[in-house]
């Protein structure tokens, strides 16, 4: 009986301890975890799992490395929230695979994404005609983002600044130049690019707003 109510204890003290790890990590909807939160959120479930199936184990030696695990994890977050190369390398990078209208195949290629997976994912999202769409981008958490062809808009929202760095694959993809950036942005009264935390350029529009956090 004494095992029982030890088991229970543990039980309820590891779930408790858990739910304050994960909050602690930042919300997040479980599509939308990077691989590196899935791999930590599975390992700190493991050792929860392995402390209640083995009560004769020290807690505390599975405390620990949960612990550790939660402080890695939020300072690689912080050091996400600075550098947009440190983003890509561990999320990845959303992919156009569609592109007015245009299935790529060579992104497709790259991501390993068949056309089965492509054309479940715009059933999902009730579109019936492949020509109907004017983009479509798999996000870093593997879901699609569909955009059907409307006469009002043009084009989705690029982003041309992020976290003070210009993205010049962005401005190929608009046939601009950095010189052309630049001299937008000099229009607007603006010399330096290092406070802009995002820039994007959408049917001839910008938007742009400055870095707030010091």
Same mark, same amino acid.
């Given at each position: 009986?004494?095992?029982?109510?030890?088991?229970?204890?543990?039980?309820? &003290?590891?779930?408790? =301890?858990?739910? /304050?790890?994960?909050?602690?990590?930042?919300?997040?909807?479980?599509? *939308?975890?990077? !691989? %590196?939160?899935?791999?930590?959120?599975?390992?700190?479930?493991?050792?929860?799992?392995?402390?209640?199936?083995?009560?004769?184990?020290?807690?505390?030696?599975?405390?620990?490395?949960?612990?550790?695990?939660?402080?890695?994890?939020?300072?690689?977050?912080?050091?996400?929230?600075?550098?947009?190369?440190?983003?890509?390398?561990?999320?990845?990078?959303?992919?156009?695979?569609?592109?007015?209208?245009?299935?790529?195949?060579?992104?497709?290629?790259?991501?390993?994404?068949? &056309?089965?997976?492509? =054309?479940?994912? /715009?059933?999902?999202?009730?579109?019936?005609?492949?020509?109907?769409? *004017?983009?479509? !981008? %798999?996000?870093?958490?593997?879901?699609?983002?569909?955009?059907?062809?409307?006469?009002?808009?043009?084009?989705?929202?690029?982003?041309?600044?992020?976290?003070?760095?210009?993205?010049?694959?962005?401005?190929?993809?608009?046939?601009?130049?950095?010189?052309?950036?630049?001299?937008?942005?000099?229009?607007?009264?603006?010399?330096?690019?290092?406070?802009?935390?995002?820039?994007?350029?959408?049917?001839?529009?910008?938007?742009?707003?400055?870095?707030?956090?010091?």
């Amino acid at each position: 009986m004494d095992g029982v109510l030890l088991i229970l204890a543990r039980t309820l &003290f590891l779930y408790a =301890l858990i739910i /304050l790890i994960f909050r602690a990590m930042g919300k997040r909807e479980i599509g *939308e975890l990077s !691989i %590196l939160d899935l791999v930590v959120y599975i390992m700190i479930a493991e050792m929860a799992v392995t402390a209640i199936e083995e009560p004769q184990r020290i807690l505390i030696h599975s405390i620990i490395p949960m612990l550790f695990l939660m402080a890695i994890q939020i300072s690689l977050a912080l050091v996400s929230l600075k550098s947009k190369k440190f983003r890509d390398i561990v999320e990845g990078k959303p992919v156009v695979i569609i592109n007015d209208g245009k299935i790529d195949e060579e992104q497709m290629k790259q991501q390993r994404y068949n &056309f089965d997976d492509l =054309l479940l994912q /715009l059933r999902e999202k009730n579109v019936r005609n492949i020509a109907d769409v *004017e983009f479509a !981008i %798999l996000e870093t958490s593997g879901k699609l983002s569909v955009f059907e062809k409307d006469p009002k808009t043009k084009g989705i929202t690029i982003p041309l600044i992020i976290d003070g760095v210009i993205q010049e694959k962005n401005l190929e993809r608009i046939e601009k130049s950095r010189a052309w950036l630049e001299r937008q942005l000099q229009k607007r009264g603006l010399t330096e690019y290092n406070d802009i935390s995002f820039c994007s350029f959408q049917d001839g529009k910008f938007f742009i707003d400055f870095n707030d956090v010091n």
